[in-house]
């Protein structure tokens, strides 16, 4: 008893554009005999192509096609179709003849897949946008299957909020006042079964106001900012005074602590910090500070100096006499000298001189005499001051 030819086909079969298709159509019974294959397309029009005819695929697309089947074809009825294009999206009828068991057929719709780079457009221009305006972005997507559309900031996916939404499909996005935060860069990303792609990021360039802070070191004072676009002027105010430093760097001067104010401009606008720096006094590392000011120390020195100058000359002087020989040890020892020739002088005359009495001459000496003599001769006079002559004499052979 023959059993009914049954052909087995899925609706719709989808490729990516510029791929190899493999239309897959299966028969039962598999081993049917006599079996011939034929496939026809069919366009939107209904106009009807035969592409395989009895198994053979006509001579205009052997190039493109080709039959999926064995010399005993064991149920397999597929058709290849190399490179295929958007224009091969359409029906495809597969026809099954069996000598044995009958003919059937099924058909197919080929469905060609695509998805390409989205394209990302802002509205206003994203180079004119200012903190609190309003920004819509439109991804445009070419796919087929329809993607899926995904919203990034600098490729992190955002999720809608009050101030972040999109429409229904999410081909549009909706930012309600700008703040600083929103200078970024945003994109679309586009999803289908083909595969994921993302457009080109679009830079979200938001002008605000220069941002300003004020950093002390030592006893410089540095003006730095945030702002967009840049700031072109830094100017101080110092207790009340208005400074300009083009380097945006004020230097502290004197000893005492000053209100001080920075400002800074761009085509926005002007921003301004302010604080109270005071000088920093740094100790000495060498010696202990002393309180007095460099002036007097200075003179402090110098005093010391000269004091210690004239010692070491009162020094010297005392050491060149002492070299030349003691002073009043030269002038005693001289003194003393001139003593004794005198008094040497003094014994010669007495001795020559005749001892003389109330009776007549005495030729032997005085009574009392030798011991006047020799308590003369026993007294010290070393110690004596000498005569005045030569007195005199001693001090100019001293001189």
Request: proline share 4%.
């Amino acid at each position: 008893m023959a059993v009914a030819l049954e052909v087995t086909i899925s609706d719709l079969q989808g490729f990516p554009e510029n791929s190899d298709a493999l239309l897959a159509c299966d028969y039962t019974p598999t081993g049917a005999t006599g079996v011939d294959i034929s496939w026809t397309q069919v366009n939107a029009q209904s106009d009807i192509t035969n592409l395989v005819v009895r198994s053979e695929v006509v001579d205009e697309f052997k190039s493109r096609m080709e039959l999926q089947v064995s010399d005993t074809f064991q149920g397999n009825a597929g058709l290849i179709i190399r490179n295929v294009t958007r224009e091969d999206a359409m029906s495809y009828v597969c026809s099954v003849f069996s000598t044995s068991d009958g003919q059937e057929q099924g058909v197919t719709m080929l469905q060609i897949q695509w998805n390409y780079k989205p394209k990302i457009t802002s509205d206003p221009a994203p180079d004119s946008l200012q903190v609190g305006d309003n920004v819509t972005f439109t991804c445009l997507s070419d796919a087929n299957p329809t993607s899926e559309i995904a919203w990034l900031k600098n490729n992190v996916t955002i999720e809608m909020d009050d101030r972040f939404t999109k429409n229904e499909n999410a081909s549009t996005l909706h930012i309600d006042g700008l703040t600083r935060d929103d200078h970024a860069l945003f994109s679309c990303s586009s999803t289908n079964p083909v595969k994921e792609i993302r457009s080109d990021q679009i830079e979200v360039d938001i002008e605000y106001e220069p941002e300003m802070y004020l950093n002390q070191t030592g006893n410089k004072v540095e003006c730095t900012s945030e702002a967009n676009p840049a700031v072109y002027q830094y100017e101080f105010e110092v207790d009340g005074e208005v400074v300009r430093e083009a380097d945006a760097v004020y230097e502290l001067k004197g000893t005492e602590c000053v209100n001080i104010t920075c400002f800074g401009t761009n085509k926005i606008g002007t921003g301004n910090a302010s604080d109270i720096a005071c000088p920093l006094i740094i100790p000495s590392t060498s010696q202990p500070s002393t309180g007095l000011s460099g002036g007097a120390v200075a003179g402090i020195v110098i005093g010391v100096l000269a004091l210690v100058g004239a010692v070491v000359v009162l020094v010297l002087i005392l050491l060149v006499f002492r070299k030349s020989g003691a002073y009043g040890e030269s002038k005693d020892s001289k003194w003393n000298y001139a003593e004794e020739d005198e008094k040497m002088e003094t014994k010669k005359k007495e001795e020559s001189k005749p001892a003389t009495g109330s009776g007549g001459t005495d030729t032997g000496t005085a009574p009392g005499k030798e011991g006047s003599s020799q308590e003369e001769k026993g007294k010290d006079h070393r110690y004596d001051e000498p005569p005045t002559e030569a007195k005199e004499a001693n001090e100019k052979d001293w001189v």
